[in-house]
């Protein structure tokens, strides 16, 4: 019967957990780094360098191929449902922040020629990641995958 102690003790689930986190502790370094400012609040962003996503879904596939084997139905689920999240981040994400902030700018115009009664509310922008930072997530995943299951084997 599964319980609170097999919830804590699934390395498959923390691992990527701890990848997707360690991808955005990343991003915020980063940010430091080649920006020269400290921007906190990057953490909880979607977007940016790197794909906390792919990451997440990188290290999870890997550590099922690692402990399940490359044939199994469980590493076929695993790895189908990871390229799904990765396409979506460089595709329907991506693009449809790309919409976003350019819905936001013609509403800014809007707002300068009609002054009187026109005041729509913003778009959120929510960024989409471009192939490079869906590869460096990928990585960043597969990596800690190895890190965590690479003595074991099916």
Do not use: C
């Not at 003790?9 to 430091?32: D, E, F, P």
């Not at 919409?99 to 778009?123: D, I, M, S």
């Amino acid at each position: 019967m599964n319980s609170f102690a097999d919830l804590i003790g699934n390395r498959w689930l923390w691992v990527a957990v701890l990848s997707s986190t360690g991808a955005q502790v990343m991003k915020v370094l980063l940010i430091l780094l080649l920006e020269r400012r400290w921007h906190p609040g990057a953490f909880m962003e979607t977007g940016g360098m790197p794909s906390s996503h792919s990451a997440m879904v990188a290290a999870l596939t890997t550590g099922v191929g690692i402990t399940e084997g490359l044939g199994s139905p469980l590493f076929a689920a695993s790895a189908v449902f990871a390229l799904i999240v990765m396409y979506d981040a460089t595709g329907v994400r991506h693009s449809s922040g790309q919409q976003a902030r350019l819905l936001n700018e013609l509403v800014g115009e809007l707002r300068a020629v009609v002054r009187e009664g026109f005041a729509p509310l913003p778009l959120r922008v929510l960024m989409g990641h471009t192939y490079l930072e869906v590869l460096v997530g990928t990585l960043i995943g597969i990596a800690a995958g190895f890190i965590a299951f690479g003595g074991q084997s099916a």
